[in-house]
Every structure is written in C-alpha cells, then in structure tokens.
Nanobody, 114 residues
Framework: QVQLAESGGTLVPAGGSLRLSCSASSNTVSFDTMAWYRQAPGKQRELVARIMGSRTDYKDSVKGRFTISSDAAKITMYLQMNSLKPEDTAVYYC?????????WGRGTLVTVSS
C-alpha cells in the first residue's frame, strides 16, 4: 500500500525559512491533488496549500510566504515556508488524492519560536 511520509519539520526562529517535503513510497500511483494541512494545538486541522495540476491555492495567512510545488514524476511535494511566524507552529500533514484514493502522512512538527 502506498504511504506518504513528511520530513523537514524542526524548530526555527521567527522570520526564518523551512522547506517541508512529502514523498510517496511508490511511484505507481499518481495523484490529482496534493496538499499541505496543519493542525495547531487545540485547533482543527486546516488546509494550508494545495496543488492541482498547474493551479495552486493558499490559505490567506500564508499567501506570499509559502510556496507549494510538486515533482509529479517522483511523487514528491514540497512546501517552502518563508518569513515564518509563531502562529505557523503546528504539525504539518501532506495529503494526496485521486478519484479512488486519499492518503495522509503522519505529520511533521514545525515550531516557530518568537
């Protein structure tokens, strides 16, 4: 079964940058949509950014700071995060879906210190 795995989460100071990666365990499956979600302590999971073909969408609070990209051939997705703020602190999850399958990674913790 195909699995997703995130990496790149760590402690970073406010104003810093970080790049998260998400890789699928197999390249035999392609996805229509790939996305990054996050869940802060005590809050619901929220969509941060998603990529569907050439189209990208972002949560308003991260527009201009975060960039989502994917390498469809390798089934790898990235989230470049710049100008990080303490309110960006959360567990970040990658999500990938097609018409018959939806997968979640286990998450990677991003902590932004003030």
């Amino acid at each position: 079964q195909v699995q997703l795995a995130e990496s790149g989460g760590t402690l970073v100071p406010a104003g810093g940058s970080l790049r998260l990666s998400c890789s699928a365990s197999s390249n035999t499956v392609s996805f229509d949509t790939m996305a990054w979600y996050r869940q802060a302590p005590g809050k619901q999971r929220e969509l941060v950014a998603r990529i569907m073909g050439s189209r990208t969408d972002y949560k308003d609070s991260v527009k201009g700071r975060f960039t989502i990209s994917s390498d469809a051939a390798k089934i790898t997705m990235y989230l470049q995060m710049n100008s990080l703020k303490p309110e960006d602190t959360a567990v970040y999850y990658c999500n990938a879906r097609n018409t018959v399958l939806e997968l979640w990674g286990r998450g990677t913790l991003v902590t932004v210190s003030s």
